[in-house]
């Protein structure tokens, strides 16, 4: 297609269409529209006459801007950092030789010579100290289940490690997930659990880390980060006692900008990563800056920075622990291998084996020594110090007893004779911790003033070998966007908690320890789904089945704890909850897609309960499905709504009407039935359709701010105008097929694409009072288009539902892309979002595989030039690329055949999934460009809108009558701007499992506003000054600012005591 810029007001012709509507009728109190479909094909030719322009753009209630300063801006954000990602990735290069992929950094050679060949002069002369980190990697879920790996590893593991350390009280250890400690404390004695204690307070053993598990950072959301966090955090504080200052993360594939900057929040000092893009990691090993610091794009004097440390060669296993020659450093994994013999015995003077994995062998034990202290070396070469960790574990190690023993032995045996011989060998080793590690670093940085650069922006994407690990984005998308639905129904389920249970008349003591059970465990499974190999997708079959019947546990009891404190808040007198409301939504089996339940309406009325858990007020269109046909719908004051009605089958109906909803708040709506008394539409209004001289040669929809024109013959849109904006743009919708041969973690696609389907697609339209929509069905995926017909933020965007099957499509194998075309001059940069949290700049780079330039999305992602941008919104994480200039691609699902990384198969089984995105565009007027490729900042209606879609509103209905004086409800007890969200609420239990508050963390945007501030969909002031103690309408006697994840204490503020956020700040607070 051909893209060309347009302006609304000039006079040339306007290519735009729409259909006649046609039958429609009025039921009932003139307040029901019947809808009627007609499905399309033919030609599109369709011109628009001048002598109509005027009542196409009608302005009449169309908000607009006026000047005013700027509260946050994209200029204000100056970078400061030494090197960001994009600017070392323009120096890599990839070329293709003999079929294989190398990697090239366009000053040093090939990335087979990935490690320092030479050792480097180190200042001092002291000895090089290694430090030996003995761990174990516990992975809850990837070849056997969470409570497997838990059952037959994990609690042999710890039971071991407070023994062994016990016996050995040289020996030190660290362990990083609380979720398996979890599981594990509770099946300990007194005894035990002291040990345990008493070990990590002489810091033999360490928690690095400590979240409930080591995440993904590229799916999640940082609602889902930030609550596993914390969950991990209050563990860790609540039980032993201790403060994590390190964050270990071996195993992620990446990572990114965001995690660093909540680990600082935290209150951690330090950040390990290790899988990086291995052209990255040559680059800087060779400059020594595998040390940095850690900088976000918008902090330009670094007061949020956190020291970084990146650990070279790509596994975490003893082989990839000393050195670059593995079958050296295997010599170390003492398991598999006899016993070193004394230094000194005849056998030490002899040949013995010592590689495991081979027939390698040592000369005697000098030989084997030295060869082990210059891999130690080549390492060392890396880093500006003379000292070195040598992780020493790997998957599930240190298991047995056997394994203890015969590592601690032959490894005092070797780090004896190393130390004994200083003149030979100049190292010193010991067993230590990461904090021990760090702590030697910071000795030699102050020592020698050591200085490392400042860095900024993230970690994607990596590289396993030459293989890009980009298809992980979207593997097993059914799975993605469960983990979505279950994280926003248990964001409102424990707001709505908080609510209730902390009210005064709240007396039922059996129901909130219910409840709070409840929440809490269907939090601890949301937050294993965030692991590593869970929300990634990159687990076996069988696994994911777990993952899935977790979450889907998780969402019914979500469901049930929300509808449970409702009616709690609806109810008067002795406010007595008997389960009246029951959830209109639901999930029958793990595996399938969550449905609405058809809504029985009687004649007495069948109450609906909305409720809203945004801090701001919003007004949209709600859907229902109910069993009857003739019915009236009245709004909490017993006024009858319009109402639009949709026949999904003989028996159930689809009805949908617009609510206005306070900030936080309940409403009850009363849909009854009636006589049939229908009417048709008066013939003034079909005249209007006639004078607005619409074509049947295309599709056109049309509310207050937009008005959009379709190919009848695709279903995409075609022509978009904002009316009060003066821009039109034209923008497309395209389906592509990504052949791959990769497996749940690569794509391997080498950008090989074509059309996703053959053939005319079943094309069908629907118009009513309240929405507009353009359905189109393919063989094996259909896709909705509606526009709601409404003046609000929701009215200002396109929705996008997609329901794909690859099940049915035969041959299938790769990926199911959506492709949004626009005349944009974006050229080869767009914007995607960090964990939803902040904007990065990404580049298409030929120098690099087309798999090499997907980047992962979890809510938003931007194309813009200077007159317009482009807003892409979604409910769930995609894998997202843009190589042609106003084109951007979404992964929406997919099939791969190869087995990788261990796993014995490949990802195939596909479910029926369902995507959701929002398409939506700003004029010039509306945001500020971006001077950086770096990063950018969303409009404030940009993030309401995204506000809006991760908080949707939720819908119960109950057949008995509802005893409550007030039909409508908010519980906010102070104006919240919209630049500012509650980030993370969570009702908190102590380890004696009684009440402990409540926790609450408040985060604010920073936004692009180009000097528009004023009569935005959502309000805007500064300064913010907030009362936490006094948000909602609850009580609290005690108010404490915490570091975010609850570690440590800030300084206690009173009830009625304001604070300030700056843009981009986050803060948490104790509730008592």
Request: hydrophobic share 35%.
């Amino acid at each position: 297609m051909r893209i060309r810029r347009k302006n609304c007001l000039s006079k040339i012709a306007f290519v735009i269409a729409s259909t006649v509507l046609i039958s429609v009728l009025l039921w009932g109190s003139g307040n029901r529209t019947e809808i009627t479909q007609e499905v399309g094909s033919g030609p599109l030719n369709f011109v628009f006459p001048n002598r109509i322009v005027d009542s196409l753009f009608n302005r009449s209630n169309i908000l607009s801007f006026d000047a005013q300063k700027c509260l946050s801006s994209i200029n204000n954000i100056k970078i400061t950092a030494n090197y960001t990602l994009n600017s070392v990735l323009d120096k890599i290069k990839i070329i293709f030789q003999n079929g294989h992929i190398d990697a090239v950094d366009q000053t040093v050679d090939h990335l087979q010579n990935l490690n320092i060949l030479q050792p480097v002069t180190k200042p001092g002369t002291e000895p090089l100290e290694v430090i030996v980190i003995p761990h174990s990697h516990n992975d809850p879920g990837w070849k056997k289940t969470y409570k497997k790996y838990f059952d037959d590893e994990t609690t042999h593991i710890l039971t071991n490690m407070v023994d062994k350390l016990y016996q050995y009280p040289d020996m030190t250890f660290i362990w990083v997930e609380s979720c398996f400690l979890d599981r594990w404390w509770t099946n300990q004695t007194s005894e035990t659990k002291e040990k345990f204690k008493k070990l990590v307070q002489s810091g033999r053993l360490e928690i690095t880390s400590g979240m409930w598990v080591a995440p993904d950072e590229a799916s999640p959301h940082y609602f889902a980060l930030l609550d596993q966090m914390i969950e991990g955090h209050y563990w860790i504080k609540k039980n032993l006692g201790t403060v994590p200052e390190s964050s270990l993360n071996f195993d992620q594939f990446g990572y990114s900008a965001t995690m660093p900057y909540l680990a600082k929040k935290a209150g951690l000092k330090n950040v390990l990563i290790k899988r990086i893009h291995r052209g990255l990691k040559e680059r800087f090993g060779r400059q020594q800056n595998l040390n940095f610091h850690w900088r976000q794009f918008w902090d330009s004097e670094g007061k949020d920075d956190i020291f970084s440390h990146i650990d070279t060669y790509e596994w975490m296993s003893i082989s990839d622990s000393c050195g670059p020659d593995r079958s050296v450093c295997r010599g170390l994994d003492f398991l598999y291998m006899p016993d070193l013999p004394v230094p000194g015995s005849l056998a030490a003077k002899k040949p013995f084996r010592s590689d495991h994995a081979s027939n390698m062998m040592a000369q005697n034990f000098y030989d084997f020594t030295k060869k082990l202290v210059e891999q130690f070396r080549l390492k060392a070469a890396n880093y500006k110090y003379n000292v070195m960790m040598l992780p020493h574990g790997g998957d599930f190690r240190y298991k047995t007893t056997l394994e203890w023993d015969k590592q601690y032995k032959n490894l005092k045996v070797f780090m004896q004779y190393v130390n004994e011989n200083k003149n030979l060998f100049n190292v010193h080793m010991r067993f230590g911790t990461l904090k021990d590690f760090f702590d030697e670093v910071d000795k030699q940085n102050q020592k020698y003033d050591l200085s490392f650069p400042v860095v900024s922006g993230d970690f994607y994407t990596y590289t396993e070998s030459t293989e890009y690990w980009t298809g992980y984005f979207t593997t097993r998308q059914f799975d993605k966007r469960l983990g979505r639905e279950v994280l926003e129904g248990l964001r409102a389920a424990e707001l709505f908690t908080t609510i209730a249970v902390r009210d005064p008349n709240f007396k039922n003591v059996e129901m909130e320890k219910k409840i709070l059970s409840m929440l809490e465990s269907a939090r601890k499974d949301l937050g294993v789904f965030q692991h590593h190999d869970a929300i990634t997708g990159t687990s076996q079959a069988h696994v994911v089945v777990d993952y899935e019947q977790l979450l889907s546990s998780a969402f019914t009891t979500v469901q049930k704890v929300l509808s449970l404190v409702t009616e709690y808040l609806l109810a008067s007198g002795d406010r007595s909850v008997d389960g009246k409301l029951l959830p209109a939504l639901q999930r029958t089996e793990y595996n399938t897609l969550t449905k609405r339940v058809p809504i029985p309406v009687i004649a007495a009325g069948t109450k609906i309960v909305l409720v809203n858990s945004l801090t701001q007020s919003r007004r949209e269109i709600v859907s229902l499905n109910v069993k009857v046909s003739n019915l009236i719908v009245l709004d909490p004051k017993g006024n009858e709504v319009k109402f639009d009605s949709v026949p999904l089958s003989d028996e159930i109906t689809e009805i949908t009407f617009e609510v206005t909803f306070p900030p936080i708040s309940v409403l009850v709506y009363t849909l009854k039935q009636f006589e049939n008394k229908n009417s048709k539409l008066p013939p003034e209004d079909l005249k209007q359709s006639k004078k607005v001289g619409i074509s049947v040669d295309d599709y056109f929809c049309e509310n207050d701010i937009m008005n959009v024109t379709f190919y009848k013959e695709t279903g995409s849109p075609k022509l978009i105008c904002y009316k009060s904006k003066n821009f039109c743009t034209e923008m497309k919708l395209d389906w592509r097929y990504y052949r791959g041969q990769g497996g749940a973690y690569t794509m391997m696609s080498l950008g090989m694409e074509a059309k996703a389907f053959t053939g005319s697609p079943s094309v069908k339209f629907v118009k009513g009072g309240n929405f507009c929509s353009v359905e189109s069905q393919m063989q094996y995926f259909s896709f909705k288009v509606s526009l709601p017909l409404i003046n609000s933020i929701t009215g200002k965007a396109l929705r996008v539902d997609i329901f794909s099957d690859l099940s049915r499509a035969s041959g299938f194998v790769g990926d199911l892309a959506m492709r949004v075309e626009t005349n944009i001059r974006s050229g080869d940069v767009f914007y995607v979002d960090s964990n939803g949290f902040q904007l990065m700049g990404r580049k298409f780079r030929d120098t690099l595989p087309f798999d090499g330039n997907v980047y992962p999305m979890s809510a938003m992602s931007m194309l813009e030039d200077d007159s317009m941008r482009l807003i892409v919104h979604s409910a769930q994480p995609h894998g997202v690329v843009s190589r042609t200039s106003g084109k951007i691609d979404f992964m929406l699902d997919r099939i791969a055949l190869r087995p990788e990384m261990d796993l014995p198969e490949g990802v195939r089984d596909s479910k029926p999934t369902k995507t959701i995105f929002y398409v939506e565009f700003e004029s010039a007027k509306e945001f500020e460009k971006s001077g950086s490729t770096e990063t950018t900042l969303p409009s404030i209606n940009s993030v309401y809108l995204n506000d809006i879609i991760q908080h949707p509103v939720y819908k119960f209905f109950s057949l008995d009558k509802l005893d409550t004086p007030n039909l409508s409800q908010s519980f906010l007890n102070q104006k919240v701007p919209c630049d500012i969200v509650i980030a993370n609420v969570k009702n908190l239990v102590d380890n004696t499992s009684k009440p402990d508050g409540m926790s609450l963390t408040l985060f604010r945007r920073a936004i692009s506003c180009n000097g528009n501030t004023k009569n935005n969909f959502c309000e805007l002031y500064d300064p913010v000054k907030l009362g936490p103690g006094s948000l909602l309408k609850n009580k609290f006697s005690k108010v404490t600012e915490m570091s975010l994840s609850h570690l440590m204490p800030k300084h206690e503020l009173s009830e009625s005591d304001l604070i300030t956020l700056e843009p981009m700040d986050i803060k948490t607070f104790h509730l008592q």
